[in-house]
């Protein structure tokens, strides 16, 4: 089901707005992550897409039909919480089939549908069992499987993950990949872990002081960011910024004076600063020395002092350790130019420049 946001916002107080205007369309079959820090908004969001929580203004559609003021129960969604709220006394086949009972469904119906189910997330040989003997990872599956019962218009899954360890996390991800590319319905994840929304998701949504930040692909918010806080907020390790004024004798026959006069900050990925100039893709060359390097595991990163800054680079790799001085390289991928907004006024779009 296609989800619209126009002009919707809200105000948990009345006076001040949590929600600033949100304008957006998931469409129909995508899985799309809401990421962004701490008290974004990411769950209010979350809250207003399934109804829990009335919009202050704007309006919603799902597909054509307005549902702003509809309840969380006529939206029909499928929601997933992290604490995965299981019925502790109700077997797996019950809790599945729980919202068909609600619903009077005849209980060999019910029945049918939670096996399949069960069969589609992989707990199909613990249909007997109580949540209580099940392992996280099974118990958020059986989550899934409930919510799915109802033939969801939408499956809501706020922060499904957290509960569990490292390696069930990624497991769990793409098991939630799987799962919604074998059913179709349209997903929305809320998460605050990166590397989960990269790796799952279709489209991301950022979202940062009520606001979307960037609404896009995870290819595309990695390789153009549109702004500052997304191209500091996405990458490991994170970007390397400096005061664009510093790299300006660098940069002047390179780039349009124009866009250099109103560049406030650059932005440099760390895979974008490199020892040689192969040719292809270099924008400029800069002087600077090399004061470190390091090695964790097959992460080798060395960092340069360029004008009194400090630039890590994970390229520089068996270069000489406290090399003093050299010429190193900057690539066209991975450089950004910034105004004193934090807009993006350069990078990422070769076709552009
Ligand atoms: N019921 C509420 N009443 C008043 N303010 C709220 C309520 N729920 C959330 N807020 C505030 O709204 C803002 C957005 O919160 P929200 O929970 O949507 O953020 P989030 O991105 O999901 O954060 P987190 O990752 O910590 O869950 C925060 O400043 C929060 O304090």
Redesign the pocket.
């Known amino acids: 089901m296609k989800v619209t946001f126009k002009d919707v916002r809200l105000s ?2 009345g006076k001040t707005d ?2 600033k205007q949100l304008n957006f369309t998931i469409p129909d079959g995508a899985l799309v992550s ?1 990421l ?12 207003l897409i399934s109804g829990l929580l009335p919009a202050t203004s704007g309006q919603i559609f799902f597909g054509d039909t307005d549902v702003t003021k509809q309840d969380a129960l006529q939206r029909k969604v499928g929601m997933v919480f992290q604490n995965y709220a299981l019925y502790p006394h109700l077997s797996v086949r019950d809790n599945i089939a729980f919202p068909l009972k609600m619903q009077h469904v005849a209980k060999a119906e019910r029945y049918q549908k939670a096996e399949e189910l069960a069969k589609l997330v992989h707990v199909d040989d613990q249909l007997n069992k109580k949540p209580g003997e099940l392992s996280g990872g099974q118990q958020q599956r059986v989550a899934i499987a409930r919510a799915l019962a109802k033939s969801p218009s939408l499956l809501l899954l706020d ?1 499904p993950l957290s509960n569990l360890d490292a390696r069930l996390r990624i497991e769990m991800r793409e098991e939630i990949r799987r799962i919604q590319r074998e059913t179709g319905v349209t997903t929305i994840f ?1 998460t ?1 872990d990166q590397d989960e929304a990269l790796h799952i998701s279709d489209a991301i949504m950022v ?1 940062n002081d ?1 606001r979307i930040q960037q609404f896009s692909t995870p290819t595309q918010l990695y390789d153009r960011p549109e702004n500052l806080f997304v191209a500091k907020f996405i990458g490991e390790p994170v970007i390397n910024t400096l005061p664009a004024e510093k790299l300006a004798a660098d940069l002047t026959n390179h780039i349009d004076g124009d866009i250099l006069v109103r560049a406030e900050t650059a932005g440099i990925r760390s895979e974008a600063i490199v020892p040689n100039d192969y040719g292809q893709g270099v924008l400029t060359q800069i002087h600077a020395s090399l004061h470190q390097a390091q090695k964790y595991g097959r992460e080798a990163t060395a960092t340069l002092d360029y004008q009194g800054e400090t630039l890590l680079s994970t390229e520089l790799a068996g270069l000489p350790r406290d090399q003093s001085e050299g010429d190193f390289f900057l690539t066209r991928a991975g450089f950004f130019l910034f105004d004193n907004r934090g807009e993006l006024i350069y990078g990422g779009d070769a076709d552009d420049q």
């Not at 962004?36 to 809250?47: F, H, I, V």
């Open positions: 948990y107080d949590t929600l809401l962004g820090p701490s008290g974004g908004g990411k769950t209010t969001t979350l809250n922060e809320v605050h979202l009520g």
